[in-house]
Antibody, heavy 122, light 114 residues
Framework: QVQLVESGGGVVQPGGSLRLSCAAS????????MYWVRQAPGKGLEWVAF????????YYGDSVKGRFTISRDNSKNTLSLQMNSLRPEDTAVYYC???????????????WGQGTMVTVSS | DIVMTQSPDSLAVSLGERATISCKSS????????????LAWYQQKPGHPPKLLIY???TRESGVPDRFSASGSGTDFTLTISSLQAEDVAVYFC??????????FGQGTRLEIK
């Protein structure tokens, strides 16, 4: 079955950096677009970054543009999120999320990881 | 950005009764290439990630009980639970993927037992 396992979260001071990873299994990772979606404590869901199935294009939410970088290694079935210049408002659970259909980008999200908590605080 | 607005913010329904959640988008999410509405519904239980229930506005995900149904088109959508079960207590989110990659979610509706 599809599994997405995030790691790399933790506590970091404002201005610091973290790198999140997501290990994917149970599907042909190289055929699916992937997102990072975050959820601040007690709040709603916000898309952070998206990468196409082949890594050819990356897109970012306005709140993280210029600070975060999404990448993928299809040979290792791994998705990553490099987060720099972190701010307190970046505090959230970060989910690795799979698009339902192969290659197609316009589709719902059919698999979510359990999430990794990022806390930005001094 | 397309703004998704759910109503109500919270809802209490008796076991076995019908629960209905509304979702409105600030613009149409009808995808012209396939004439389908780019709208999904998710269920999130405490301490867990969201789970896909419905996609393309009315297609039930595999394994989702048939008491969950959804309808709507354009800008107005509805999720219905025909007979509420205790395990349905959760927060429900709608999502538009029309403006991919800039997808947006509704603020969520908390469903409780009356």
């Amino acid at each position: 079955q599809v599994q997405l396992v995030e790691s790399g979260g933790g506590v970091v001071q404002p201005g610091g950096s973290l790198r999140l990873s997501c290990a994917a299994s149970g599907f042909t990772f190289s055929s699916y677009g992937m997102y990072w979606v975050r959820q601040a404590p007690g709040k709603g869901l916000e898309w952070v970054a998206f990468i196409r199935y082949d890594g050819s294009n990356q897109y970012y939410g306005d709140s993280v543009k210029g600070r975060f970088t999404i990448s993928r290694d299809n040979s290792k079935n791994t998705l990553s999120l490099q987060m720099n210049s972190l701010r307190p408002e970046d505090t959230a659970v970060y989910y690795c999320v799979k698009i339902r259909s192969a290659v197609i980008t316009y589709d719902a999200f059919d698999a979510w990881g359990q999430g990794t908590m990022v806390t930005v605080s001094s | 950005d397309i703004v998704m607005t759910q109503s109500p913010d919270s809802l209490a329904v008796s076991l076995g009764e019908r629960a209905t959640i509304s979702c409105k988008s600030s613009q149409s999410v009808l995808y012209s290439s396939n004439n389908k509405n780019s709208l999904a519904w998710y269920q999130q239980k405490p301490g867990h990630p969201p789970k896909l229930l419905i996609y393309w506005a009315s297609t039930r995900e595999s394994g989702v009980p048939d008491r969950f149904s959804a309808s709507g088109s354009g800008t107005d959508f509805t999720l219905t639970i025909s007979s509420l079960q205790a395990e349905d207590v959760a927060v429900y989110f709608c999502q538009q993927y029309y403006s991919t990659p800039s997808i947006t979610f509704g603020q969520g509706t908390r469903l409780e037992i009356k």
